[in-house]
């Protein structure tokens, strides 16, 4: 990325999306121009950049991450293969003083800055494989029709403790409650039928169901997290990102606190990490013995079912990178690890 010489910022809406251009050492060039958000704004936009000289090899194009909002023109941009960053909102943030106006004009030349600023660290996106894509979609709908059953279960539970019952609206929640665990399960057939018919993700899948507490949606969560085993991720920095990595926080003599994780980071497969640890510790032998010593030596529970979630999460990076199905017998060739 040492020849880029423009920076463009886009500040994404729902309906248009702002672009302003500048240049290193940082100087705006261009102030910000409004687009729509569609197929029309994004061919302005190449347009635009093409009167300005932004050639596709001297310029990188930045936005932060909004979800749907920006994911049309990120596609675009990629297949008429100009270089797309996408980077965290915080970050981008973060890295401005937390005064002065706030428009769309203003957020895309603080965005074109910092894609100056920060070029080195700029990761270039490039699409998920349209499996990754389906299943991210898939075990998102999921979720939210589990959080549906778990509502209506719970609202036919306090109408059943009403003094005054109707039959009519238990029967309705009854029918709701029916389908939509119905829906579930149909989902989770088409997931493994996804899974099933590409080779290198059936593959993967069935090594790491092989790993105690791993069923299929967290083998699933695990594919789109490493895109299908082609963005692998050494077990540190996957704790880290699903949030369960122990942090030190402490400065000088008077700031002190445990090591505790940061409690965000995709909601999903950390939950699901946490039912596997709780799962292993009751019917895993193995698990369920390191738990127990760690408990008795005083440690708190939910600490030790992070700390085995972690222990999950290192198995399952180890599978991945040997190709391997699980050993329960595998012997580390570091002794003093296995004390842990």
Same mark, same amino acid.
Request: charged fraction near 20%.
């Given at each position: 990325?040492?020849?880029i010489?423009?920076?463009v910022?886009?500040d994404i809406a729902?309906?248009?999306?702002?672009?302003?251009? @500048?240049t290193?050492p940082w100087k705006?060039?261009?102030?910000?121009?409004?687009? /729509?958000?569609s197929?029309d @704004?994004f061919?302005q936009?190449?347009?635009w950049?093409?009167?300005?000289d932004?050639?596709?090899?001297?310029t990188?194009?930045?936005m932060?991450?909004?979800g749907? %909002? @920006?994911?049309a023109?990120?596609? %675009?941009?990629v *297949?008429?293969?100009?270089s797309?960053a996408?980077e965290?909102?915080l970050k981008?943030k973060?890295?401005f003083?937390?005064?002065?106006?706030k428009t769309?004009?203003?957020?895309?030349?603080?965005?074109?800055e910092?894609?100056?600023?920060y $070029?080195d660290?700029?990761?270039?996106?490039q699409p998920?494989?349209?499996?990754v894509e389906?299943l991210q979609?898939?075990?998102?709908t999921?979720?939210?029709?589990v959080q549906q059953?778990?509502?209506h279960?719970? *609202?036919l539970?306090?109408?059943?403790?009403?003094a005054v019952?109707i039959?009519f609206?238990?029967?309705?929640y009854?029918q709701?409650?029916t389908e939509t665990?119905s829906?579930v399960?149909?989902?989770?057939?088409?997931i493994?039928?996804?899974i099933?018919?590409?080779?290198?993700a059936?593959?993967l899948?069935?090594w790491?169901v092989?790993i /105690?507490?791993v069923?299929?949606?967290?083998a699933? $969560?695990?594919?789109?997290?490493?895109?299908?085993?082609t963005?692998p991720?050494p077990a540190?920095?996957?704790a880290?990102?699903?949030g369960?990595?122990?942090?030190?926080?402490?400065?000088?003599t008077s700031?002190?606190?445990?090591?505790?994780?940061? $409690?965000?980071?995709?909601?999903l497969?950390?939950k699901l990490l946490h039912l596997?640890?709780?799962?292993?510790?009751?019917?895993?032998e193995?698990?369920r013995?390191?738990y127990?010593?760690?408990v008795a030596e005083?440690k708190?529970?939910?600490l030790?079912l992070?700390?085995?979630a972690?222990k999950?999460v290192?198995?399952?990076?180890a599978?991945l990178?040997s190709?391997t199905e699980?050993?329960?017998?595998?012997?580390?060739?570091? /002794?003093?690890?296995?004390k842990?």
């Amino acid at each position: 990325m040492s020849t880029i010489r423009y920076f463009v910022g886009l500040d994404i809406a729902a309906e248009t999306f702002t672009a302003a251009i @500048g240049t290193t050492p940082w100087k705006l060039l261009v102030r910000a121009q409004q687009f /729509p958000n569609s197929a029309d @704004g994004f061919q302005q936009l190449t347009q635009w950049l093409r009167e300005h000289d932004c050639t596709r090899e001297q310029t990188v194009l930045c936005m932060e991450a909004t979800g749907v %909002y @920006g994911e049309a023109l990120a596609y %675009y941009l990629v *297949a008429h293969q100009y270089s797309v960053a996408i980077e965290p909102p915080l970050k981008v943030k973060r890295a401005f003083k937390p005064h002065g106006p706030k428009t769309d004009a203003v957020d895309s030349e603080q965005i074109a800055e910092y894609a100056c600023r920060y $070029h080195d660290e700029l990761v270039l996106w490039q699409p998920p494989s349209e499996l990754v894509e389906q299943l991210q979609v898939l075990l998102a709908t999921r979720e939210q029709l589990v959080q549906q059953s778990t509502a209506h279960q719970n *609202a036919l539970r306090a109408l059943r403790r009403k003094a005054v019952r109707i039959a009519f609206a238990e029967q309705v929640y009854k029918q709701m409650i029916t389908e939509t665990k119905s829906r579930v399960k149909a989902l989770e057939k088409e997931i493994k039928r996804l899974i099933d018919q590409q080779p290198t993700a059936h593959r993967l899948f069935i090594w790491l169901v092989t790993i /105690p507490g791993v069923g299929l949606l967290l083998a699933a $969560h695990v594919l789109v997290l490493t895109q299908c085993g082609t963005r692998p991720f050494p077990a540190p920095k996957l704790a880290a990102h699903l949030g369960i990595a122990p942090l030190a926080h402490e400065s000088g003599t008077s700031v002190y606190a445990r090591p505790t994780s940061r $409690h965000y980071g995709p909601p999903l497969p950390r939950k699901l990490l946490h039912l596997a640890a709780r799962s292993v510790t009751t019917h895993n032998e193995h698990f369920r013995t390191y738990y127990e010593r760690k408990v008795a030596e005083g440690k708190a529970k939910k600490l030790v079912l992070n700390n085995v979630a972690n222990k999950l999460v290192r198995i399952i990076c180890a599978i991945l990178e040997s190709q391997t199905e699980y050993d329960a017998n595998y012997g580390t060739r570091k /002794p003093a690890l296995a004390k842990n």
